[in-house]
């Protein structure tokens, strides 16, 4: 469980988050929406630990692995495919580098096997074993072809590098996974994958998407960051947009009505607060006015 306790932003006089408190549970996938420049993607920074708020705090359940898709399309030029989803997660792969770091040393010592047997203990019960199977599964489902998987980053052209970082951020399946705009450049095939693996994934899922039938298909809520303060909504993209909408909609009809009588009040007010035998009415009407929220 991630909980945002009145957390505030400010760049000088600029506010683009003021105390907001915001609980993102297990089980659920939050899509974050809001205008261009209203601050979804900052908001997701400040939950990766990225940047910091102005004031407040987040709090994480004890123990759960977060997962950040990087926007980083050159970080791991240097690193195998297989290596740069397996960083996903990273101390299994840090195990796994210092254990196999272990085994090739000439001179090991009795100090290095009590060091290996603690790594290899650790090292299973993260299901390492199974940790190159795993993400060279995830890349072939991605569209990443097999004979790529032992290539260099850097050998890849740019829309397989969005598909790695993507199987990065999914491997290992963390508590908690943060994806800013996961859609982009990927092809209709690895989007309605993407959409099937969100929708069976039963940790927290906190989303940045432009694409509506996107969080259709895989939102429990949505998250709408607008004049500083950020709302949750029960429901996908379309529910919250109808809901929106009917809001709207009822906002409106109050705001005619209240013109109407407010049209009214100034009418009776120009017409006798000058009339002593209706003064004392027209001073209620001026009271009544002062009430009217337009």
Not at 56 to 78: C, D, K, T, W, Y
Not at 184 to 212: G, M, P
Request: hydrophobic share 40%; net charge negative; proline share 1%.
């Amino acid at each position: 469980m991630v909980t945002v306790n009145n957390l505030s932003l400010q760049y000088g006089k600029r506010v683009l988050f003021d105390e907001v408190n915001v609980k993102f549970t297990h089980g659920n996938c939050y899509g974050v929406i809001g205008a261009n420049g209203s601050g979804k993607s900052t908001f997701l920074k400040i939950l990766s630990g990225e940047i910091e708020s102005t004031t407040g705090n987040i709090e994480f359940s004890p123990g759960e692995r977060m997962s950040v898709l990087s926007q980083n399309h050159f970080a791991f030029e240097e690193n195998t495919v297989l290596d740069t989803v397996m960083m996903g997660n990273k101390r299994l792969y840090d195990v796994m580098k210092e254990k196999d770091a272990l085994y090739a040393k000439a001179d090991f010592s009795d100090a290095d096997g009590h060091r290996v047997g603690d790594l290899e203990a650790e090292f299973a019960e993260m299901d390492g074993w199974n940790a190159e199977s795993d993400a060279a599964e995830l890349l072939s489902n991605l569209g990443v072809r097999e004979d790529q998987h032992y290539k260099l980053m850097n050998e890849l052209p740019s829309s397989d590098k969005i598909k790695v970082l993507l199987a990065q951020a999914l491997f290992g399946n963390p508590d908690i996974l943060i994806l800013d705009e996961p859609t982009n450049d990927l092809d209709v095939n690895t989007i309605s994958w993407l959409e099937d693996f969100l929708a069976d994934f039963k940790n927290t899922v906190i989303v940045v998407s432009h694409d509506r039938h996107f969080l259709d298909m895989v939102c429990t809520h949505i998250v709408d960051i607008d004049f500083s303060k950020i709302n949750l909504y029960s429901g996908n993209y379309t529910f919250w947009y109808e809901t929106s909408q009917l809001l709207l909609k009822q906002r409106a009809d109050k705001n005619k009505k209240n013109e109407t009588k407010k049209a009214e009040l100034l009418d009776f007010i120009a017409r006798f607060s000058a009339n002593a035998s209706k003064s004392k009415q027209a001073t209620s009407r001026k009271k009544a006015l002062e009430k009217l929220d337009i």
